[in-house]
């Protein structure tokens, strides 16, 4: 890639991904078919650094465009990890550009996504900016699954907010990367999950200024394994453990635990009153059980009991493949 290519990104969008090849290919589909003159470049992050599958499918569907792009394998795995990887690369690559933006690898862009986004950043002069994820499902599913918490987000037009929640449809100024260095993502949520949430909380104690574009869609494929009331029930146990490490992490000393469990005992109070909320609007249980739910999260948590769904075996790329460490480059365009 030519300097005065790198020059002229604006924008860099990271896609971390883990075994999903067939679904980072149609991710960087959407991308590849996006609208406007902005400039911009594409880094993905392959985390499966023992079968770089993705990263095969990732160079494949590069290597027919023209857009500046790279492929990098992060072999320490975990989604934290990807993403601090994957905004690191971004910044020193294309250190014109003001602006980085994350998909993720089971999602698709609407042809006007980055246009909003860039947009957005600009008129607005937010720093942080969301959007919607849609969820599409692979199954047919009843309303208890599509009217479940779970699956909502912020609703209504585009307008500032206190704070966005995921990395799957946002964007973020290089600013805030510079004054919230060296502490970015925290790999303690490797395998909990939630390190988008909590990064966002401490952006926002920063003073930043975050927008919400309604404009700037994304479209998210459900897998039907994640439609079961069993996978449900789980995750919103698993966010209000979440919520409880977050809010540890914030609250300051002294008596932290003293106050985390005054928290945990409040939000069981009003959770009661939140589910009957839910069950009059939803008239269904499952969506109805989420608020109850969390806060048995929560305090399920304060005993030291946290899930970590995404923790598979462990891969130890480094010691098996001697030759790959970790950032090794699969492919650069």
């Known amino acids: 890639m030519q300097d005065e290519s790198k020059a002229s990104v604006e924008a860099v969008i990271c896609i971390p991904t883990f075994r999903r090849p067939d679904g980072v290919a149609r991710t960087l589909q959407s991308l590849l078919a996006q ?28 290597d027919s465009s023209d857009i500046p792009s790279a492929v990098v394998i992060e072999s320490r795995q975990g989604n934290c990890h990807a993403i601090n990887r994957a905004f690191a690369e971004a910044r020193e690559r294309f250190p014109a550009a003001d602006y980085f933006l994350m998909i993720d690898d089971d999602e698709i862009a609407s042809p006007d996504w980055l246009a909003h986004m860039v947009s957005t950043a600009r008129t607005t002069g937010a720093r942080i900016v969301g959007g919607p994820v849609i969820r599409q499902f692979d199954i047919p599913v009843p309303q208890s699954v599509s009217q479940h918490p ?21 964007l973020i100024h290089r600013e805030v990367f510079a004054r919230m260095e060296p502490n970015l993502f925290d790999v303690a949520f490797n395998f909990l999950g939630g390190g988008d949430m909590e990064f966002f909380a401490r952006c926002r104690a920063a003073d930043f200024t975050f927008w919400w574009c309604e404009e700037a869609v994304i479209h998210e494929t459900v897998a039907a394994e994640r439609t079961t009331p069993k996978w449900l029930m789980r995750r919103s146990i698993r966010t209000g453990s979440i919520n409880y490490v977050i809010d540890g992490k914030q609250m300051a000393k002294p008596a932290v635990t003293a106050r985390l469990q005054a928290k945990n005992f409040i939000s069981l109070g009003l959770s009661i009153f939140k589910a009957m909320g839910l069950l009059i609007r939803t008239r269904r249980l499952l969506p109805a059980s989420h608020p109850v739910l969390m806060s048995i999260g929560r305090i399920t948590a304060s005993f030291g009991f946290l899930p970590v769904p995404y923790k598979a075996s462990e891969i130890k790329a480094v010691e098996r493949h001697p030759n790959l460490k970790a950032g090794n480059h699969i492919a650069e365009n």
């Not at 650094?49 to 590069?62: C, D, F, I, S, V």
């Open 150 to 170: 779970l699956y909502g987000f912020i609703d209504g037009p585009s307008r500032q907010v206190p704070a966005i929640h995921g990395t799957g449809n946002c």
């Open 35 to 62: 609208k406007g003159d902005l400039s911009f470049a594409i880094v993905v992050i392959e985390n499966d650094a023992e079968k770089p599958l993705g990263a095969a499918a990732a160079r494949e569907t590069l």
